[in-house]
C-alpha cells in the first residue's frame, strides 16, 4: 500500500531516510575526532622530519587514517549501501619496519586516506548543521498543533512569538495561523528528505573516490581476473577439443585401421569380403572427416578468415534447427580475437535457441556503434533464460568480459528472448 503513495509523501518515513540521517549525525562527532587526530599526529610528524623521528610517526599518522577510513567503509556500507573495497595492504618489499615505513610514505592510497580525514570534516559541519535545522523545524512546526497549549499554559504566552518590539508583539495562536504553521512544517518534512539524500551523495563521492583502490589498482585487479578467465577458457576449449578428438575422429580412425588391416588380410583368399571392408572403411573416413571439419569450424572455421562475420554467422545460421536471419552491417572487419570471440557468443547462443528456447524463429543482428561492436540475438521462444543459473551464459559472460565486453540478457518467463552483447571495436 505504501508503495503506491507519491514519493514526496514516503521519503520521510522510509528507512534510506532515517539511516541517511543516522549516518549524518554520526558522522559529526566521528570526522571531528579523525580530523583532530590526523592533524596532530601528521603536523607533528612533518615538524619532525628534521630528524629521524619524524619519519616512523608521518608512517604512523598514515595508517591510523588507513584504519579511520575501515570504519567509514563499514559505516557506508551498513548506512547508505555503498560497498568500497579496501584498498591493496601496504607491504614493504623487505617485509622490515624500514620497508613497511617507505612503502607506507610512498602509498597513494594513505595520503588519500588523510585527505579524506581532512576534507570531511568541514563537510560534516555544513550537512549535520542544515539536517539538524531542517529536521528539527520541520517536524516541530508540522506537530505545532499538538504541542501550542505548552505556551499558554506554561510559558505566558499565546504561542510561538512570530515578531515583538516591546509595544506590540505577534504571536501564532488563532487556528489559521497555527494551521499556516503546520503547512510550513509539512513543506520543510517532506523537503528535508531530499536534501538529506543529496548530502549523503557527496558522501558517497567521498567515500567512493578517496577510500577505495585507486583506478589503476582496480584496473589491475580487473585485468588479472580477466587474465585467469581468458587461462581457464584456454585450458576447458583444450581439454574439450582433446576430448572431441579422443571420442570422435580418433575412435573412427582406430576402427578405419582395424578394417583396412583386415582387407589386407582377406585381399588374396576373399576379395569380395575384403571390398566391403574397403566399403566400410571409406563410409569411416567420410564420418572422420566430416567430425574433423565441425571441430575445426568449433575452433575457427576457414570461412570466418576467409570471408569475415557475415558469411561465417549465416553459415552457422544454415545448420540451426530453426529459421535465423542475419543482418551484418560492419563497415570494416574487426581484429581476428573479437572476431573469433564473436562468431564463437554467436553461435553458442544459436545452440541454446536450439536446444533450450522452443522458438520458431531467431534474429541475429551485428552492427557497429562508435567504438563498440554490437551483437543481438532474438528468438520468440518460451524465455526465461538467466545468467546466473545458465552454466553456458555464465560462460560466455566470462569470455566477453575477459576482453572488457558486456552480455546482457532480457528474458521474461513466456518469452521473448533478446540477448545484447557489447564487444570493443579494434579494426
Same mark, same amino acid.
Request: hydrophobic residues 50%; proline residues 5%.
Given at each position: 500500500?505504501?508503495?503506491?503513495?507519491?514519493?514526496?509523501?514516503?521519503?520521510?518515513?522510509?528507512?534510506?531516510?532515517?539511516?541517511?540521517?543516522?549516518?549524518?549525525?554520526?558522522?559529526?562527532?566521528?570526522?571531528?575526532?579523525?580530523?583532530?587526530?590526523?592533524?596532530?599526529?601528521?603536523?607533528?610528524?612533518?615538524?619532525?622530519?628534521?630528524?629521524?623521528?619524524?619519519?616512523?610517526?608521518?608512517?604512523?599518522?598514515?595508517?591510523?587514517?588507513?584504519?579511520?577510513?575501515?570504519?567509514?567503509?563499514?559505516?557506508?556500507?551498513?548506512?547508505?549501501?555503498?560497498?568500497?573495497?579496501?584498498?591493496?595492504?601496504?607491504?614493504?618489499?623487505?617485509?622490515?619496519?624500514?620497508?613497511?615505513?617507505?612503502?607506507?610514505?610512498?602509498?597513494?592510497?594513505?595520503?588519500?586516506?588523510?585527505?579524506?580525514?581532512?576534507?570531511?570534516?568541514?563537510?560534516?559541519?555544513?550537512?549535520?548543521?542544515?539536517?539538524?535545522?531542517?529536521?528539527?523545524?520541520?517536524?516541530?512546526?508540522?506537530?505545532?498543533?499538538?504541542?501550542?497549549?505548552?505556551?499558554?499554559?506554561?510559558?505566558?504566552?499565546?504561542?510561538?512569538?512570530?515578531?515583538?518590539?516591546?509595544?506590540?508583539?505577534?504571536?501564532?495562536?488563532?487556528?489559521?495561523?497555527?494551521?499556516?504553521?503546520?503547512?510550513?512544517?509539512?513543506?520543510?518534512?517532506?523537503?528535508?528528505?531530499?536534501?538529506?539524500?543529496?548530502?549523503?551523495?557527496?558522501?558517497?563521492?567521498?567515500?567512493?573516490?578517496?577510500?577505495?583502490?585507486?583506478?589503476?589498482?582496480?584496473?589491475?585487479?580487473?585485468?588479472?581476473?580477466?587474465?585467469?578467465?581468458?587461462?581457464?577458457?584456454?585450458?576447458?576449449?583444450?581439454?574439450?577439443?582433446?576430448?572431441? *578428438?579422443? +571420442?570422435? %575422429?580418433?575412435?573412427?580412425?582406430? $576402427?578405419?585401421?582395424? /578394417?583396412? @588391416? !583386415?582387407?589386407?588380410?582377406?585381399? &588374396?583368399?576373399?576379395?569380395?569380403?575384403?571390398?566391403?571392408?574397403?566399403?566400410?572403411?571409406?563410409?569411416?573416413?567420410?564420418?572422420?572427416?566430416?567430425? *574433423?571439419? +565441425?571441430? %575445426?569450424?568449433?575452433?575457427?572455421? $576457414?570461412?570466418?578468415? /576467409?570471408? @569475415? !562475420?557475415?558469411?561465417?554467422?549465416? &553459415?552457422?545460421?544454415?545448420?540451426?534447427?530453426?529459421?535465423?536471419?542475419?543482418?551484418?552491417?560492419?563497415?570494416?572487419?574487426?581484429?581476428?580475437?573479437?572476431?573469433?570471440?564473436?562468431?564463437?557468443?554467436?553461435?553458442?547462443?544459436?545452440?541454446?535457441?536450439?536446444?533450450?528456447?522452443?522458438?520458431?524463429? &531467431?534474429?541475429?543482428?551485428?552492427?557497429?556503434?562508435?567504438?563498440?561492436?554490437?551483437?543481438?540475438?532474438?528468438?520468440?521462444?518460451?524465455?526465461?533464460?538467466?545468467?546466473?543459473?545458465?552454466?553456458?551464459?555464465?560462460?560466455?559472460?566470462?569470455?566477453?568480459?575477459?576482453?572488457?565486453?558486456?552480455?546482457?540478457?532480457?528474458?521474461?518467463?513466456?518469452?521473448?528472448?533478446?540477448?545484447?552483447?557489447?564487444?570493443?571495436?579494434?579494426?
Amino acid at each position: 500500500m505504501a508503495s503506491h503513495l507519491p514519493a514526496a509523501i514516503r521519503a520521510p518515513f522510509e528507512g534510506r531516510t532515517w539511516r541517511a540521517l543516522l549516518y549524518v549525525l554520526i558522522g559529526l562527532p566521528l570526522s571531528v575526532c579523525w580530523f583532530a587526530l590526523s592533524i596532530a599526529f601528521v603536523s607533528a610528524g612533518a615538524g619532525l622530519l628534521i630528524t629521524f623521528l619524524g619519519v616512523p610517526i608521518l608512517a604512523g599518522a598514515l595508517a591510523m587514517c588507513r584504519g579511520f577510513g575501515v570504519v567509514e567503509r563499514a559505516r557506508a556500507r551498513a548506512l547508505l549501501d555503498v560497498d568500497v573495497r579496501a584498498p591493496e595492504p601496504v607491504r614493504g618489499r623487505t617485509g622490515g619496519a624500514f620497508s613497511w615505513m617507505g612503502a607506507m610514505l610512498k602509498s597513494g592510497a594513505s595520503w588519500r586516506h588523510l585527505l579524506y580525514a581532512i576534507v570531511h570534516m568541514p563537510w560534516a559541519i555544513v550537512s549535520f548543521s542544515v539536517t539538524v535545522a531542517f529536521w528539527a523545524w520541520g517536524w516541530s512546526l508540522f506537530t505545532y498543533p499538538l504541542w501550542q497549549w505548552v505556551f499558554p499554559a506554561y510559558v505566558g504566552q499565546d504561542g510561538i512569538q512570530l515578531y515583538g518590539d516591546g509595544s506590540h508583539d505577534l504571536y501564532l495562536d488563532s487556528p489559521f495561523e497555527i494551521a499556516v504553521t503546520s503547512l510550513v512544517g509539512l513543506l520543510f518534512v517532506m523537503t528535508g528528505p531530499w536534501l538529506l539524500r543529496g548530502f549523503v551523495a557527496v558522501d558517497r563521492f567521498l567515500v567512493s573516490g578517496l577510500l577505495g583502490p585507486s583506478r589503476l589498482a582496480s584496473r589491475v585487479t580487473e585485468l588479472e581476473s580477466d587474465r585467469g578467465v581468458v587461462v581457464d577458457t584456454a585450458a576447458a576449449d583444450l581439454r574439450r577439443i582433446e576430448r572431441d *578428438l579422443h +571420442d570422435g %575422429a580418433q575412435a573412427r580412425l582406430a $576402427a578405419l585401421a582395424m /578394417d583396412l @588391416g !583386415l582387407a589386407k588380410e582377406k585381399l &588374396a583368399e576373399d576379395p569380395q569380403a575384403a571390398a566391403v571392408l574397403v566399403d566400410e572403411a571409406h563410409g569411416e573416413v567420410k564420418l572422420a572427416l566430416q567430425e *574433423l571439419r +565441425d571441430l %575445426a569450424r568449433g575452433i575457427h572455421p $576457414a570461412v570466418l578468415t /576467409d570471408r @569475415g !562475420l557475415d558469411a561465417a554467422l549465416s &553459415a552457422v545460421a544454415s545448420r540451426c534447427a530453426v529459421p535465423v536471419s542475419v543482418d551484418v552491417d560492419l563497415p570494416a572487419r574487426p581484429v581476428a580475437a573479437i572476431e573469433g570471440i564473436a562468431y564463437f557468443t554467436v553461435s553458442e547462443l544459436l545452440r541454446n535457441v536450439t536446444a533450450h528456447a522452443r522458438a520458431r524463429r &531467431a534474429w541475429v543482428d551485428v552492427w557497429r556503434t562508435g567504438d563498440r561492436l554490437m551483437l543481438q540475438v532474438r528468438d520468440d521462444g518460451v524465455g526465461g533464460a538467466h545468467v546466473v543459473t545458465g552454466r553456458s551464459l555464465s560462460s560466455l559472460t566470462e569470455r566477453v568480459g575477459a576482453v572488457d565486453g558486456v552480455l546482457a540478457v532480457d528474458s521474461p518467463e513466456g518469452g521473448p528472448t533478446t540477448v545484447t552483447v557489447e564487444l570493443p571495436w579494434r579494426a
